[in-house]
């Protein structure tokens, strides 16, 4: 099956620092990635649906200019935490879709940020 | 909006036993529903879906059924291994939502031998 790089799975960064995080389809081209954010114990929250070559949309409540999300090709999609602050600290997680997949979604493993 | 809640863990249970995790959903329309599984250390993986009321979906010994009366739509397995050990997610996708999936919380399954 189709398998979604994330990198890294655990980073650890001091208040201020920014923070990017990748999100490779490594033998699929992925024309949709979503990113989503998870605390403890609560769902997955979709954060962000980017498009290869345009603007990420946004769901409400999310600062894009704290979550900048570039999908600049069609196998890679970063999402950079700028500025990061303790409460920025939580799961993140990518998923990938390609058009041949007829809307199948495919997951990275996560990132788990701490913010110091 | 849509919304899906499904039964808190963590669920303990031993070898062979029998597995129900419950998920119920709100949403307009006619969704379709899914079941993910998250082992250890790796991605979310679809494990069954349902697009219409009554339909089954099945895989690896795991079944649940779209309940649009119930609105609920409930994992259940008839005799669980230790290698099923994971979090298992809940998770809708409402029509003309481009892909956009959403989640429950959650549930942690640790089954001991």
């Known amino acids: 099956g189709a398998v979604v790089s994330q990198h890294p799975s655990r980073v650890i960064c001091k208040s201020g620092t920014s923070v990017k995080i990748e999100c490779r389809s490594l033998d699929f081209q992925a024309t949709t990635m979503f990113w989503y954010r998870q605390f403890p114990k609560q769902s997955l929250m979709l954060m962000a649906t980017?498009?290869?070559?345009?603007?990420?949309?946004?769901e409400q409540g999310v600062e894009k200019d704290k979550f900048l999300i570039n999908h600049a090709s069609l196998t890679l999609s970063t999402l950079t935490v700028t500025s990061a602050h303790p409460e920025d600290s939580s799961f993140y997680i990518c998923?990938?879709?390609?058009?041949?997949?007829?809307?199948?979604?495919?997951f990275g493993s996560g990132t788990q940020l701490s913010v110091l | 909006g849509n919304s899906v809640t499904q039964m808190e863990g963590p669920v303990t249970l031993s070898e062979e036993a029998f597995l129900t995790i419950n998920c119920t959903y709100t949403a307009t329309g006619y969704p379709s529903l899914f079941w993910y599984v998250q082992y250890p250390g790796e991605g979310l993986q679809l494990l069954l879906k349902?697009?219409?009321?009554?339909d089954k979906g099945s895989n690896k010994g795991f079944e649940a059924t779209y309940r649009k009366e119930t609105t609920s739509f409930h994992l259940e397995k008839g005799s669980v291994q230790v290698s099923d050990s994971a979090v298992y997610f809940c998770?809708?996708?409402?029509?003309?939502?481009?892909?956009?999936?959403?989640f429950g919380q959650g549930t942690e399954l640790s089954v001991k031998p």
């Open positions: 998770a809708l996708r409402g029509n003309n939502q481009g892909g956009k999936l959403i």
């Open positions: 980017s498009n290869e070559g345009s603007k990420a949309t946004y």
């Open positions: 349902a697009t219409k009321a009554d």
């Open positions: 998923s990938a879709r390609g058009d041949s997949f007829n809307e199948k979604l495919f």
